[in-house]
T-cell receptor, first 117, second 115 residues
């Protein structure tokens, strides 16, 4: 069963505006980690932000913030002040601690973001 | 600090051949995991190594194998290549031995084309 759901195949945003990319997840493990990665057309997966299931505060990294709503199993990525270079594919991923999850990431299908000038 | 290095970046192979891909993790990272990315299946976990031991394996046929060396560098091998093996292969390195509270960093990937 798919554990990470990204419902937006594509998103458009005007330069300098904020955009939210949705991610919901499903797990019965109380200890897990949530990740967002950016993948430009070059193919490299660029780590953006991480949220642990026990973290009390939402993670932030520069223009990126993660809106973590544990009860709703939601981990949306917010990009503030979009830039043209933000145009890329964005993946939400989860790592579970139990069942030998270790460093096995489960990825969503991704959201393609296009930033317009 | 150097990032995750994957070599080669591009490969073209013929059906039936075998291929070996290499991944050098970030210095100090002992966990290396491999992923296959295709347009149809998305990103799928292949396997993960920690301290030269495979800890986890995804749902791939036995033609896909891997290993990790004492310096944490990892290789994955695909034997008897099929057209469907054409994909971007990504490796990720991570510091932690267990648990979920650490980041995983990816290399630039190896794009394999099977003709």
């Amino acid at each position: 069963a798919q554990k990470i759901t990204q419902t937006q195949p594509g998103m458009f945003v005007q330069e300098k505006e904020a955009v939210t990319l949705d991610c919901t997840y499903d797990t019965s493990d109380p200890s897990y980690g949530l990740f967002w990665y950016k993948q430009p057309s070059s193919g490299e997966m660029i780590f953006l932000i991480y949220q642990g299931s026990y973290d009390q505060q939402n993670a932030t990294e520069g223009r990126y913030s993660l809106n973590f709503q544990k009860a709703r199993k939601s981990a949306n990525l917010v990009i503030s002040a979009s830039q043209l270079g933000d145009s890329a594919m964005y993946f939400c991923a989860m790592r579970e601690a139990v069942s030998g999850g270790y460093n096995k990431l489960i990825f969503g299908a991704g959201t393609r973001l296009a930033v317009h000038p | 600090k150097a990032g995750v290095t994957q070599t080669p970046r591009y490969l073209i192979k013929t059906r039936g051949q075998q291929v070996t891909l290499s991944c050098s993790p970030i210095s100090g990272h002992r966990s290396v995991s491999w992923y296959q990315q295709t347009p149809g299946q998305g990103l799928q976990f292949l396997f993960e190594y920690f301290s030269e031991t495979q800890r986890n394996k995804g749902n791939f046929p036995g033609r896909f194998s891997g290993r990790q060396f004492s310096n944490s560098r990892s290789e994955m091998n695909v034997s008897t290549l099929e057209l469907g093996d054409s994909a971007l292969y990504l490796c990720a390195s991570s510091l932690a031995k267990t648990g979920s509270n650490t980041e995983a960093f990816f290399g630039q990937g190896t794009r394999l084309t099977v003709v």
